[in-house]
T-cell receptor
Framework: ETGVTQSPTHLIKTRGQQVTLRCSSQSGHNTVSWYQQALGQGPQFIFQYYREEENGRGNFPPRFSGLQFPNYSSELNVNALELDDSALYLC????????????FGSGTRLTVV | TQLLEQSPQFLSIQEGENLTVYCNSSSVFSSLQWYRQEPGEGPVLLVTVVTGGEVKKLKRLTFQFGDARKDSSLHITAAQPGDTGLYLCAGVWTGGFKTIFGAGTRLFVKA
């Protein structure tokens, strides 16, 4: 079975720009969650998608938005990038909720300059 | 606000020593997970505990979920350099659709 794939692996953007990060979930997983991990910190929950609907959101502003597609792949969009948005963005998938744990991708390292 | 506090934040030990990492919260969780993360990679799931008081073993690693499902511990016996990494606990909150992570314990095992 394939794991979770994220693209791109690294990205450099300028403050004020917009970015789209992509994630292909593990086969059979219908729930996708996105996390932001700053250097030296634990992952912070951004939001979760189930059956193409957002069904949970963390403490992130509306300029962080997402999509889930019928094949369960997902996108994270961030508008009006700020320097503090520099982080590792992790996508995680799980089957029917997260009680049994996530499978994570390797992440996208975003640097905002 | 649901918070998970991990301790210690950093641990440097010699090969062969034992260690315990703690994860505490004031919130009750439906389940609690432990992950290990290497630099530049995503976290990898080690174990999920669901029942209060549950104990699970994975080779030299022993995981325990507190009776009240608010805390957990990870004990490593005879640590090896390959155990080096960031250990993260994560709780699935009973009141919503999200999993929250602790800040992690960075373990370094010296040969």
């Amino acid at each position: 079975e394939t794991g979770v794939t994220q693209s791109p692996t690294h990205l450099i953007k300028t403050r004020g720009q917009q970015v789209t990060l992509r994630c292909s979930s593990q086969s059979g997983h219908n729930t996708v969650s996105w996390y932001q991990q700053a250097l030296g910190q634990g992952p912070q929950f951004i939001f979760q998608y189930y059956r193409e609907e957002e069904n949970g959101r963390g403490n992130f502003p509306p300029r962080f938005s997402g999509l889930q597609f019928p094949n369960y792949s997902s996108e994270l969009n961030v508008n009006a990038l700020e320097l503090d948005d520099s982080a590792l963005y992790l996508c995680a998938s799980s089957p029917l909720g997260q009680l049994i744990g996530y499978t994570f991708g390797s992440g996208t390292r975003l640097t905002v300059v | 606000t649901q918070l998970l506090e991990q301790s210690p934040q950093f641990l440097s030990i010699q090969e062969g020593e034992n260690l315990t990492v703690y994860c505490n919260s004031s919130s009750v969780f439906s389940s609690l997970q432990w992950y290990r993360q290497e630099p530049g990679e995503g976290p990898v799931l080690l174990v999920t505990v669901v029942t209060g008081g549950e104990v699970k073993k994975l080779k030299r690693l022993t995981f325990q979920f507190g009776d009240a499902r608010k805390d957990s511990s990870l004990h490593i016996t005879a640590a090896q350099p390959g155990d080096t990494g960031l250990y993260l606990c994560a709780g699935v909150w009973t009141g919503g659709f999200k999993t929250i992570f602790g800040a992690g314990t960075r373990l370094f095992v010296k040969a």
